[in-house]
């Protein structure tokens, strides 16, 4: 859907959401507190006034120095392992060792079976394949179980010394510990078991404890030293094997619990290493700003800072609305009464809340620095941009305004908030009567003149030093010379908000402009009608309080249509008249189509929107009467198509273009008069006034009937004045 800017400028919805994200806005940009703008750096003398403690709150300590203290509370907290409920017994690896037994027997047949072929191996059935040995430690075995088979006894076999001195080199390393992580990896010289009720434990040392690696490797050095063998041989291995399954962990390492107790221990450690009592004095004036001082500052903007966010957050930000309310409401009061065509116009609406956030914004990045002072903000910015945009009287009380808040957001600083008024107020009273654009630079001039006296004023008041105000000087200079971004400023607004300055149509006014030349040059009868029509309609806007310059300019160029075809319009003929070998409803095109032509010309020319409206608004959507009535006499009117007759409008959406229309039916009219007098041209007046109600021109533009009887008044003593007559002097001749 395509976007509908007349809905925007009018929607009430959107004004409302203007003002409330204006409001909400400017309060967001208030300093949360005096203190916290404040530089109290270690070693710097407090100048402000004493700091009583308006509330009891803890001295926080550093948050490196909290840090720290979390830290080594973490670190203090020594690794939780748990006992495995049910440990090693000889009866357990007894089981164990007649499975091997019966692998060994499998492991037999198998030999048996491929030394005789043909027959079936049913012991492969009985083999463990959880028992795994290389092929030297098998044969090993298997000999030593064919031994035992012959002597009927594994007791003088290395089998039977494997039964009866394993189980013992087991449950010795088992009751020393096998943790279940590398020692190395956790970090600790020392562990806690803990009981599995968490009520009991003991601390051990990791060097009384092994992990499943050494403990495998302590398993093969009993046994080499055991048997007289070296720890690689078949004999370790394949009893290392055989045990293998037993020396598992029995201290289980607990993550879960060992992170929950260094996360209790890192909060039990106290935020604070003190407290300010309630009225107790935070810091004196004067007073040096010690380690001490600088975090009671600190933990007393914090403890503010959490005081309103958990109780009264929301009342606090009330209040700086309320503030914000106040000030502004002068400056929408002024609008909606004095200016409703900007208070009811959101475009316009939007640019000032726009341009007024950006000083403000301003004001409060200021805020930020120590080393800037106030008057960097360009206040005189607005203040000139406003002028010619709008008014002076608008341009002022938006000053106004600006100061005001921006004043508030700087901490009441009532200096800055009339220096600034001052120097804005210097921009308004000499940009109101600005007729170039250079006249700009004289304007940045006195706001300058501005800032200076009342820089001078207030540091002399307060005996501040030559270098002070040499510095606050240097920021005038620098806010002034800011003041020159009104150029691109005003492109800018012109282009995105669609508004035609006084500065522009003062440029478009010249009559040196190239259409106007144009129009003298080709179409001299339409030209001396148009500067007719322009000084008609200027004085009736003056009248009425509409735009005077709009109306001027509007009429300059609100029949260019007519230069390119200017014989066909009576003003340009003579005594040829190509009307006269057309048709009526060709007459009636032609005349229609100089409107437009005109915008065709107008937009090649690049004329503003608001005067390219003048073009079709000046005739609306009135009928050309005296071609429809020609083309009456020649056909039926069933056969007549009105819109041949008819100009395209739209109808006058201004109180200015309005008017325009007017004066251009009445320039007309009165111009075909043989002798004009006040009662006939009041009756002409009459008759285009009352012939342009009837054809509902006015329903769309905010023009009374008040307004009407004083344009029409305007224009029967500027006609007047336009058609005296000259005193004839004695002697004259003719």
Known sequence: MAFD?????????????????????????????????????????????????????????????????????????????????????????????????????????????????????????????????????????????????????????????????????ISSIRADGIISVPRRQLGYDKFVIRAPNDREEHVMSFDSVRDSVEAALMMSELLAEYFRVSIESDTVQAALKLCAPFLTPNLIYDAAQTLADRIRAESAVPIADGIVRENEKVVSRGEIITDLTKRKLDSYLRTKIERETRTGELRLYIGKILIVLIIASLFAAYLYFSRPQIFFDNSLLLLLTVVILLELLAAWYSVQFEWLSPYIVPIGLASILFTIIFDSRTGIFATVTISLLAATIRGNDFSFALATLFAGGMGVFFTRDIRRRAQVALSVLYVFIGYAIAILAFNFARLASFEEILTDLKFAVISSLLCFLVYPALLLVEKVFGITTDLTLLELSDANHPLLREMAANAPGTYTHTMHVSLLAEEAANRIGANALLCRVGAYFHDIGKIAQARYFTENQTNYNPHDELTAITSGRIIGEHVKQGLELGRLYKLPQRVLDFIPQHHGTTMIHFFYDKALKAFPPEKLNLDDFRYPGPKPQSREAAIVMLADGVEASVRSLTSPNEQTISQIIDTVIRKRLDEDQFSECPLTFAELS?????????IMAMRHQRVKYPGQKI
């Not at 463990?128 to 012959?150: G, Q």
């Open 5 to 169: 800017k007349r809905a925007f400028r009018e929607s009430n919805a959107v004004r409302i959401g203007i003002f409330v994200g204006f409001l909400a806005a400017v309060a967001a940009l208030f300093p949360r507190n005096k203190i916290s703008s404040l530089s109290y750096e270690i070693g710097v003398t407090w100048l402000q006034d004493d700091v009583i403690a308006p509330f009891t709150f803890p001295i926080y300590k550093k948050d490196e120095v909290f840090e720290q203290e979390k830290k080594a509370a973490r670190e203090s907290v020594l690794p939780v392992f748990r006992k495995q409920e049910k440990d090693f017994t000889a009866q357990e690896f007894y089981r164990h060792f007649d499975r091997f037994l019966n692998y060994l027997a499998a492991e037999l047949g198998k030999a048996t079976a491929r030394k005789k072929p043909g027959s079936l191996d049913t012991t492969m059935l009985l083999a463990d394949s959880t028992f795994s040995f290389s092929a030297s430690e098998k044969t090993l075995l298997l000999n030593e179980y064919k031994r035992s088979l012959k002597q009927r006894s594994e007791s003088l076999s290395l089998l039977g010394e494997f039964r009866r001195m394993l189980p013992a080199r």
């Open 710 to 718: 004083a344009i029409k008044e305007s224009f029967i003593r500027t």
